[in-house]
Protein backbone atom coordinates (compact mmCIF):
# COMPACT_ATOMS: atom_id res chain seq x y z
CA UNK A 1 0.00 0.00 0.00
CA UNK A 2 1.46 3.09 -0.73
CA UNK A 3 2.07 5.84 2.21
CA UNK A 4 0.01 8.93 2.46
CA UNK A 5 2.03 11.66 2.15
CA UNK A 6 0.51 15.52 3.02
CA UNK A 7 1.90 19.01 2.94
CA UNK A 8 0.57 21.70 4.81
CA UNK A 9 0.93 25.36 3.67
CA UNK A 10 1.43 26.75 0.16
CA UNK A 11 4.44 29.13 0.73
CA UNK A 12 8.37 29.12 -0.48
CA UNK A 13 8.59 26.01 2.01
CA UNK A 14 5.54 24.35 1.08
CA UNK A 15 5.56 25.02 -2.58
CA UNK A 16 9.17 24.14 -2.77
CA UNK A 17 8.87 20.97 -0.99
CA UNK A 18 6.06 19.63 -3.33
CA UNK A 19 7.74 20.39 -6.25
CA UNK A 20 10.79 18.27 -4.83
CA UNK A 21 8.85 15.64 -3.60
CA UNK A 22 7.41 15.44 -7.20
CA UNK A 23 10.51 15.27 -8.84
CA UNK A 24 11.99 12.37 -6.41
CA UNK A 25 9.18 10.14 -7.14
CA UNK A 26 7.68 11.56 -10.68
CA UNK A 27 3.77 10.76 -9.50
CA UNK A 28 4.43 7.86 -7.73
CA UNK A 29 3.37 8.45 -4.45
CA UNK A 30 -0.05 9.75 -2.56
CA UNK A 31 0.65 13.16 -1.96
CA UNK A 32 -2.16 15.53 -0.82
CA UNK A 33 -1.38 19.25 -0.44
CA UNK A 34 -3.55 21.78 2.15
CA UNK A 35 -3.44 25.27 1.99
CA UNK A 36 -5.52 28.28 3.10
CA UNK A 37 -5.28 30.11 -0.27
CA UNK A 38 -5.43 28.42 -3.88
CA UNK A 39 -2.06 30.29 -5.10
CA UNK A 40 1.26 30.38 -3.92
CA UNK A 41 2.09 34.10 -2.95
CA UNK A 42 5.56 35.50 -3.56
CA UNK A 43 5.92 37.08 0.13
CA UNK A 44 9.27 38.59 -0.06
CA UNK A 45 7.55 40.81 -3.08
CA UNK A 46 4.10 41.56 -1.06
CA UNK A 47 5.69 44.88 -0.42
CA UNK A 48 5.19 46.18 -3.95
CA UNK A 49 0.82 45.69 -3.32
CA UNK A 50 1.45 48.54 -1.16
CA UNK A 51 2.15 50.92 -4.24
CA UNK A 52 0.09 49.01 -6.70
CA UNK A 53 -2.28 46.53 -6.21
CA UNK A 54 -1.86 45.45 -9.92
CA UNK A 55 1.33 43.59 -8.88
CA UNK A 56 -0.88 40.47 -7.01
CA UNK A 57 -1.36 39.27 -10.46
CA UNK A 58 2.09 38.64 -10.96
CA UNK A 59 3.38 37.26 -7.55
CA UNK A 60 0.20 34.69 -6.96
CA UNK A 61 0.76 31.27 -8.40
CA UNK A 62 -2.08 29.12 -8.54
CA UNK A 63 -1.60 25.80 -7.28
CA UNK A 64 -2.58 24.17 -10.31
CA UNK A 65 0.48 25.59 -12.34
CA UNK A 66 2.96 24.06 -9.13
CA UNK A 67 1.56 20.58 -8.41
CA UNK A 68 1.34 17.38 -10.89
CA UNK A 69 -2.34 16.46 -11.68
CA UNK A 70 -1.42 13.28 -9.96
CA UNK A 71 -1.11 15.45 -6.22
CA UNK A 72 -4.88 15.94 -4.72
CA UNK A 73 -4.78 19.66 -3.59
CA UNK A 74 -7.74 20.79 -0.85
CA UNK A 75 -8.17 24.68 0.12
CA UNK A 76 -8.62 24.79 3.51
CA UNK A 77 -7.67 26.14 7.49
CA UNK A 78 -5.62 23.58 9.47
CA UNK A 79 -7.43 23.81 12.75
CA UNK A 80 -5.82 20.69 14.88
CA UNK A 81 -3.18 18.09 13.93
CA UNK A 82 -3.56 14.40 15.74
CA UNK A 83 0.09 12.74 15.99
CA UNK A 84 -1.74 9.86 17.84
CA UNK A 85 -4.08 9.66 14.80
CA UNK A 86 -2.32 10.67 12.27
CA UNK A 87 -4.69 12.66 10.93
CA UNK A 88 -5.17 16.52 9.70
CA UNK A 89 -8.27 18.63 11.36
CA UNK A 90 -9.66 21.07 8.94
CA UNK A 91 -12.36 23.99 9.45
CA UNK A 92 -14.19 22.83 6.41
CA UNK A 93 -13.42 19.51 5.18
CA UNK A 94 -12.74 15.97 6.49
CA UNK A 95 -10.02 15.29 8.09
CA UNK A 96 -7.25 13.56 6.42
CA UNK A 97 -4.82 10.74 7.43
CA UNK A 98 -1.45 10.68 7.06
CA UNK A 99 1.37 8.58 7.15
CA UNK A 100 4.10 11.38 6.99
CA UNK A 101 3.00 14.89 7.28
CA UNK A 102 4.93 17.73 6.51
CA UNK A 103 4.24 21.16 8.40
CA UNK A 104 4.86 24.12 6.26
CA UNK A 105 2.06 26.82 7.90
CA UNK A 106 4.59 29.53 8.11
CA UNK A 107 4.16 31.86 10.97
CA UNK A 108 1.75 34.89 12.56
CA UNK A 109 2.90 38.36 13.74
CA UNK A 110 3.88 38.62 17.24
CA UNK A 111 2.65 41.24 19.14
CA UNK A 112 4.18 40.89 22.17
CA UNK A 113 1.51 41.80 24.77
CA UNK A 114 1.65 45.50 23.46
CA UNK A 115 -1.85 46.85 24.65
CA UNK A 116 -3.83 47.83 21.37
CA UNK A 117 -1.55 47.11 19.09
CA UNK A 118 -2.93 43.75 17.57
CA UNK A 119 -6.64 45.70 17.43
CA UNK A 120 -4.76 48.92 15.55
CA UNK A 121 -2.43 47.90 13.27
CA UNK A 122 -2.02 45.99 9.94
CA UNK A 123 0.00 43.74 9.83
CA UNK A 124 1.91 42.43 6.44
CA UNK A 125 1.73 38.81 6.34
CA UNK A 126 -0.47 38.11 3.54
CA UNK A 127 -1.37 39.62 -0.12
CA UNK A 128 -4.80 40.63 1.72
CA UNK A 129 -2.54 42.59 4.36
CA UNK A 130 -0.49 44.14 1.41
CA UNK A 131 -3.87 44.92 0.02
CA UNK A 132 -4.66 46.44 3.28
CA UNK A 133 -2.44 48.57 3.69
CA UNK A 134 -2.48 49.81 -0.02
CA UNK A 135 -6.17 50.91 0.90
CA UNK A 136 -5.79 52.61 4.18
CA UNK A 137 -3.18 54.57 3.20
CA UNK A 138 -4.94 55.91 -0.25
CA UNK A 139 -8.19 56.20 2.07
CA UNK A 140 -5.49 58.45 4.46
CA UNK A 141 -3.97 60.47 1.66
CA UNK A 142 -7.26 61.75 0.18
CA UNK A 143 -8.40 63.29 3.83
CA UNK A 144 -4.85 64.85 4.02
CA UNK A 145 -3.81 68.14 2.92
CA UNK A 146 -0.13 69.96 2.20
CA UNK A 147 -0.91 71.43 5.84
CA UNK A 148 -2.08 68.16 7.39
CA UNK A 149 -0.19 65.51 5.84
CA UNK A 150 -1.65 61.43 6.64
CA UNK A 151 0.92 60.11 9.18
CA UNK A 152 1.85 56.53 8.49
CA UNK A 153 3.99 54.67 11.11
CA UNK A 154 5.72 51.99 11.00
CA UNK A 155 6.98 49.83 13.89
CA UNK A 156 10.13 47.47 13.25
CA UNK A 157 12.44 48.07 11.08
CA UNK A 158 13.43 44.97 9.92
CA UNK A 159 13.02 43.70 6.35
CA UNK A 160 9.24 43.98 6.24
CA UNK A 161 9.33 47.36 8.01
CA UNK A 162 11.98 48.81 5.58
CA UNK A 163 10.62 47.70 2.37
CA UNK A 164 7.04 48.59 3.59
CA UNK A 165 8.61 52.16 4.36
CA UNK A 166 9.81 52.25 1.11
CA UNK A 167 6.48 51.00 -1.05
CA UNK A 168 4.87 53.98 1.07
CA UNK A 169 7.61 56.49 -0.16
CA UNK A 170 6.62 55.53 -3.45
CA UNK A 171 3.29 55.66 -3.19
CA UNK A 172 3.54 59.11 -1.91
CA UNK A 173 5.65 60.45 -4.80
CA UNK A 174 3.73 58.71 -7.54
CA UNK A 175 0.50 60.26 -6.61
CA UNK A 176 2.02 63.42 -5.38
CA UNK A 177 0.42 62.48 -2.04
CA UNK A 178 0.64 64.74 1.52
CA UNK A 179 2.44 61.68 3.59
CA UNK A 180 4.91 61.61 5.83
CA UNK A 181 6.71 58.22 7.14
CA UNK A 182 7.60 57.29 10.73
CA UNK A 183 9.90 54.31 10.83
CA UNK A 184 9.97 52.94 14.66
CA UNK A 185 12.38 50.43 16.13
CA UNK A 186 12.92 49.67 19.64
CA UNK A 187 16.57 48.60 19.51
CA UNK A 188 19.32 51.00 18.47
CA UNK A 189 19.43 51.05 14.71
CA UNK A 190 17.42 49.79 11.61
CA UNK A 191 17.62 46.39 10.42
CA UNK A 192 19.15 45.26 14.10
CA UNK A 193 22.11 42.59 14.61
CA UNK A 194 23.32 43.10 11.02
CA UNK A 195 26.29 44.49 9.38
CA UNK A 196 27.03 47.90 9.84
CA UNK A 197 28.03 48.96 6.55
CA UNK A 198 24.11 47.44 5.59
CA UNK A 199 22.68 49.39 7.98
CA UNK A 200 24.10 52.68 7.09
CA UNK A 201 23.58 51.76 3.39
CA UNK A 202 19.70 51.14 4.40
CA UNK A 203 19.63 54.02 6.31
CA UNK A 204 21.04 56.31 3.87
CA UNK A 205 18.23 55.36 1.46
CA UNK A 206 15.54 55.78 3.74
CA UNK A 207 16.73 59.18 4.46
CA UNK A 208 16.80 60.26 0.57
CA UNK A 209 13.37 59.29 0.76
CA UNK A 210 12.28 61.49 3.38
CA UNK A 211 11.14 58.07 5.71
CA UNK A 212 11.89 59.79 9.66
CA UNK A 213 13.73 57.41 11.78
CA UNK A 214 13.16 56.37 15.12
CA UNK A 215 15.47 54.18 16.97
CA UNK A 216 16.20 53.37 20.21
CA UNK A 217 12.79 53.59 22.17
CA UNK A 218 10.18 50.30 21.74
CA UNK A 219 6.20 51.43 21.16
CA UNK A 220 4.32 50.65 24.59
CA UNK A 221 1.16 51.23 23.67
CA UNK A 222 -1.43 52.13 20.64
CA UNK A 223 -4.88 53.29 20.62
CA UNK A 224 -6.61 54.29 17.67
CA UNK A 225 -5.08 57.45 17.22
CA UNK A 226 -1.48 58.01 18.66
CA UNK A 227 1.58 55.39 19.36
CA UNK A 228 3.36 55.57 23.04
CA UNK A 229 6.78 55.44 22.44
CA UNK A 230 9.46 54.46 25.66
CA UNK A 231 8.25 56.70 28.35
CA UNK A 232 7.42 60.58 26.49
CA UNK A 233 6.92 60.11 22.99
CA UNK A 234 3.46 60.54 20.96
CA UNK A 235 2.96 59.94 17.44
CA UNK A 236 -0.68 60.55 16.68
CA UNK A 237 -0.83 58.02 13.49
CA UNK A 238 -3.53 57.84 10.20
CA UNK A 239 -2.23 54.87 9.26
CA UNK A 240 -0.50 52.02 11.52
CA UNK A 241 1.60 49.04 10.10
CA UNK A 242 3.02 46.27 12.60
CA UNK A 243 6.12 44.58 11.46
CA UNK A 244 8.44 43.47 14.41
CA UNK A 245 8.46 40.25 15.02
CA UNK A 246 6.89 36.51 14.25
CA UNK A 247 5.09 33.54 16.55
CA UNK A 248 3.73 30.24 15.58
CA UNK A 249 0.58 29.58 14.38
CA UNK A 250 -2.56 28.65 16.41
CA UNK A 251 -3.15 25.49 14.11
CA UNK A 252 0.06 23.85 15.97
CA UNK A 253 -0.11 25.57 19.00
CA UNK A 254 -1.17 21.82 21.15
CA UNK A 255 0.39 19.52 18.69
CA UNK A 256 2.27 16.99 20.37
CA UNK A 257 5.59 17.40 19.09
CA UNK A 258 8.52 19.44 21.15
CA UNK A 259 7.86 23.25 20.02
CA UNK A 260 9.46 26.22 22.09
CA UNK A 261 7.91 27.31 24.75
CA UNK A 262 7.23 30.96 23.97
CA UNK A 263 6.85 31.08 20.15
CA UNK A 264 5.27 27.47 19.93
CA UNK A 265 7.91 27.45 16.53
CA UNK A 266 8.55 23.29 16.24
CA UNK A 267 12.09 22.12 16.98
CA UNK A 268 13.63 19.38 14.32
CA UNK A 269 16.83 18.54 13.09
CA UNK A 270 18.84 19.37 10.45
CA UNK A 271 17.00 16.42 8.57
CA UNK A 272 13.81 18.23 9.49
CA UNK A 273 12.13 15.59 11.99
CA UNK A 274 11.02 16.30 14.94
CA UNK A 275 10.40 13.98 17.63
CA UNK A 276 7.63 12.17 15.90
CA UNK A 277 9.34 10.08 13.33
CA UNK A 278 6.35 10.90 11.43
CA UNK A 279 5.76 14.60 11.32
CA UNK A 280 8.25 17.14 9.31
CA UNK A 281 8.77 20.70 9.66
CA UNK A 282 10.65 23.33 8.01
CA UNK A 283 9.68 27.60 7.07
CA UNK A 284 8.79 29.90 9.70
CA UNK A 285 7.36 27.62 11.91
CA UNK A 286 10.49 25.64 12.33
CA UNK A 287 13.36 25.91 14.35
CA UNK A 288 15.74 23.93 12.33
CA UNK A 289 18.77 22.57 14.38
CA UNK A 290 22.14 23.80 12.94
CA UNK A 291 25.98 23.82 13.72
CA UNK A 292 26.84 25.86 16.21
CA UNK A 293 23.75 28.13 18.72
CA UNK A 294 21.46 29.56 16.63
CA UNK A 295 18.61 27.96 14.77
CA UNK A 296 18.28 28.46 10.64
CA UNK A 297 16.60 31.91 9.74
CA UNK A 298 13.31 32.21 8.83
CA UNK A 299 13.63 33.66 5.93
CA UNK A 300 12.50 33.07 2.29
CA UNK A 301 16.43 32.11 0.99
CA UNK A 302 16.62 29.63 3.76
CA UNK A 303 12.70 27.85 3.28
CA UNK A 304 13.41 27.52 -0.42
CA UNK A 305 17.04 25.74 0.62
CA UNK A 306 15.47 23.67 2.97
CA UNK A 307 12.34 22.87 0.88
CA UNK A 308 14.48 21.18 -1.74
CA UNK A 309 15.85 18.64 0.72
CA UNK A 310 12.82 18.21 3.05
CA UNK A 311 10.79 17.09 -0.22
CA UNK A 312 14.01 14.53 -0.99
CA UNK A 313 13.85 13.85 3.00
CA UNK A 314 9.77 12.49 2.70
CA UNK A 315 10.99 10.56 -0.46
CA UNK A 316 13.44 8.51 1.47
CA UNK A 317 11.22 8.33 4.43
CA UNK A 318 8.64 6.37 1.66
CA UNK A 319 11.13 4.44 0.77
CA UNK A 320 12.81 3.69 4.14
CA UNK A 321 16.05 5.36 3.07
CA UNK A 322 18.44 7.36 6.01
CA UNK A 323 17.70 11.01 5.49
CA UNK A 324 19.74 13.35 4.93
CA UNK A 325 20.81 16.59 6.41
CA UNK A 326 20.78 19.77 5.47
CA UNK A 327 22.80 22.87 6.52
CA UNK A 328 22.12 26.74 5.66
CA UNK A 329 24.44 28.53 3.43
CA UNK A 330 23.58 32.06 3.51
CA UNK A 331 23.81 33.25 0.21
CA UNK A 332 23.75 37.14 1.06
CA UNK A 333 20.63 39.62 1.43
CA UNK A 334 19.10 41.64 -1.10
CA UNK A 335 16.35 44.49 0.24
CA UNK A 336 14.49 47.04 -1.84
CA UNK A 337 14.01 50.63 -0.38
CA UNK A 338 11.36 51.50 -3.07
CA UNK A 339 12.58 51.49 -6.58
CA UNK A 340 16.07 50.96 -5.59
CA UNK A 341 17.55 48.25 -3.22
CA UNK A 342 20.96 47.56 -1.29
CA UNK A 343 23.05 44.06 -1.44
CA UNK A 344 24.92 42.64 1.19
CA UNK A 345 27.54 39.79 1.13
CA UNK A 346 26.12 38.04 -1.64
CA UNK A 347 28.28 35.08 -3.07
CA UNK A 348 30.52 35.50 -5.79
CA UNK A 349 30.76 39.47 -5.59
CA UNK A 350 33.88 40.88 -4.28
CA UNK A 351 32.31 44.02 -3.21
CA UNK A 352 30.56 43.68 0.46
CA UNK A 353 27.32 45.84 0.29
CA UNK A 354 26.23 47.70 -2.98
CA UNK A 355 23.02 49.79 -4.55
CA UNK A 356 22.24 51.01 -8.09
CA UNK A 357 21.39 49.45 -10.89
CA UNK A 358 23.29 45.79 -9.90
CA UNK A 359 21.45 46.04 -6.69
CA UNK A 360 18.41 46.60 -8.24
CA UNK A 361 18.70 43.48 -11.05
CA UNK A 362 19.83 40.89 -8.50
CA UNK A 363 16.37 41.80 -6.26
CA UNK A 364 14.18 41.53 -9.18
CA UNK A 365 16.33 38.45 -10.39
CA UNK A 366 15.91 36.52 -7.39
CA UNK A 367 12.23 36.54 -7.30
CA UNK A 368 11.97 35.78 -11.05
CA UNK A 369 14.33 33.32 -10.37
CA UNK A 370 12.32 31.45 -7.94
CA UNK A 371 9.23 32.05 -9.89
CA UNK A 372 10.56 30.33 -12.65
CA UNK A 373 11.62 27.56 -10.79
CA UNK A 374 8.26 26.41 -9.40
CA UNK A 375 6.21 27.49 -12.19
CA UNK A 376 8.30 28.25 -15.66
CA UNK A 377 10.25 30.72 -17.83
CA UNK A 378 7.36 32.45 -19.08
CA UNK A 379 5.62 33.47 -15.78
CA UNK A 380 8.60 35.02 -14.61
CA UNK A 381 9.62 36.75 -17.55
CA UNK A 382 6.33 38.78 -17.13
CA UNK A 383 6.73 39.11 -13.81
CA UNK A 384 9.85 40.82 -14.08
CA UNK A 385 8.94 44.46 -15.07
CA UNK A 386 7.05 44.36 -11.47
CA UNK A 387 9.63 43.04 -9.35
Known amino acids: MTDKVVVLGAGYAGA ?69 ERVVELADNDAVDYDYLLVCLGSQTAFFGIEGLEKYAHTLKSLDDALGIHEAIQDAAREATQNDPAQVV ?12 GEVAEFR ?22 DPELQGSLRKRLVEREVEIMCGEFIGEVDDETVYIGDDEELDYDVLVWTGGITGRDAIRDVAVDKDERNHRIHTESDFQTDDERVFAIGDCALIDQPGEQPAPP ?68 ATRWIADVTGIGRAAKAWPDM
Open 154 to 165: IGGAGLSGIQTA
Open 299 to 366: TAQAAWQAAEVAGENLARAVRGQPLTTWTHKDKGTVISVGEKAVAHDVMGVPISTFGGLPAKILKKGI
Open 16 to 84: GAVKSFEDELNGDADLTWISETDYHLVLHESHRCIRDPSVQDKITIPVHEIKQPTTSFIQDEVVDIDTD
Open 173 to 194: DMHNAPIEIHLVEGLDEIFPGN
